[in-house]
């Protein structure tokens, strides 16, 4: 039974280098948008969302979720 555990943790579970590297294209992604935002009066900041916040992503299918916060007033008025 170990056996079979660690062969199907091997396949999803990120090592160190994929989360590394995961950390590093994050990162640039979120530098990039955040410079794009200051244009954009009603975002009003970012954060990481998704199972790459939670830090429950798997080794071979990972996506980076990145969620903008908009202020009441704009979602009020675009309703």
Not at 31 to 48: D, H, K, R, T, W
Not at 56 to 67: P, Q
């Amino acid at each position: 039974m170990k056996q079979i555990i660690s062969k199907i943790e091997k396949s999803v579970v990120p090592s160190k280098n994929i989360k590394k590297i995961k950390k590093q294209i994050a990162d640039e992604a979120f530098a990039l948008v955040e410079n794009q935002i200051s244009n954009y009066p009603e975002i009003v900041g970012l954060e990481f969302g998704g199972s790459y916040a939670k830090d429950t992503w798997l080794s071979k299918e990972a996506d980076i979720d990145i969620l903008l916060n908009l202020k009441n007033q704009f979602l009020m008025k675009n309703l």
